[in-house]
Antibody
Framework: EVQLVESGGGLVQPGGSLRLSCAASGFTFSSYAMNWVRQAPGKGLEWVSYITSTSSTISYSDSVKGRFTISRDNAKSSLYLQMNSLRAEDTAVYYC????????WGQGTLVTVSS | DIVVTQSPDSLAVSLGERATINCKSSQSLLYSSNNKNYLAWYQQKAGQSPKLLIYWASTRESGVPDRFSGSGSGTDFTLTISSLQAEDVAVYYCHQYYSIPQMFGQGTKVEIK
């Protein structure tokens, strides 16, 4: 069974940093591209970032470009999102999503940016 | 960028009646090499993460009741709930995963009339 488990969320002050992790199991992690998607409280879903299986191609939404860094460790079956210079508008539940014909989602981790 | 536009924003339907949600993309989501449309539908209930209902535009996820169906190809897609049940009250999203940046519809809130 495919499982994606996000962690690392929490409360952080504006301007601060946080690193999210996504632990994958139940499939060959190194064969799949991955995404981060977020959802602000009471709002819709927003794609954040994408990374290919070998990390050869990486993309970001305009709203996080230059502040967030996606990475992966295929040996550990893990996906990461380093978030710097956090703003109040980055407050959201962050999901990791497997890139496949049948998308798989984790349960999400809540990031709250507030003083 | 491929933009998806979902309609309506909200929908009130009587129990047992049909609910229809539309999603239109600015470019075709049909991948010619496998003849698949890279369009998914999700259901999100209050306080929960999105639940996959339909992928490849019309393939029902395992365990999803058959009253949920997806149709369409290219740029126009529809999610149909054939006989609305009380447990179907939720927000529904379409999702284009044909290209990066992936995009989601703005959501349709389905309520009981």
């Amino acid at each position: 069974e495919v499982q994606l488990v996000e962690s690392g969320g929490g409360l952080v002050q504006p301007g601060g940093s946080l690193r999210l992790s996504c632990a994958a199991s139940g499939f060959t992690f190194s064969s799949y591209a991955m995404n981060w998607v977020r959802q602000a409280p009471g709002k819709g879903l927003e794609w954040v970032s994408y990374i290919t299986s070998t990390s050869s191609t990486i993309s970001y939404s305009d709203s996080v470009k230059g502040r967030f860094t996606i990475s992966r460790d295929n040996a550990k079956s893990s996906l990461y999102l380093q978030m710097n210079s956090l703003r109040a508008e980055d407050t959201a539940v962050y999901y990791c999503v497997r890139e496949t014909g049948r998308p798989n989602w984790g349960q999400g981790t809540l990031v709250t940016v507030s003083s | 960028d491929i933009v998806v536009t979902q309609s309506p924003d909200s929908l009130a339907v009587s129990l047992g009646e049909r609910a229809t949600i539309n999603c239109k993309s600015s470019q075709s989501l049909l991948y010619s090499s496998n003849n698949k449309n890279y369009l998914a539908w999700y259901q999100q209930k209050a306080g929960q993460s999105p639940k996959l209902l339909i992928y490849w535009a019309s393939t029902r996820e395992s365990g999803v009741p058959d009253r949920f169906s997806g149709s369409g190809s290219g740029t126009d897609f529809t999610l149909t709930i054939s006989s609305l049940q009380a447990e179907d009250v939720a927000v529904y999203y379409c999702h284009q995963y044909y290209s990066i940046p992936q995009m989601f519809g703005q959501g349709t809130k389905v309520e009981i009339k």
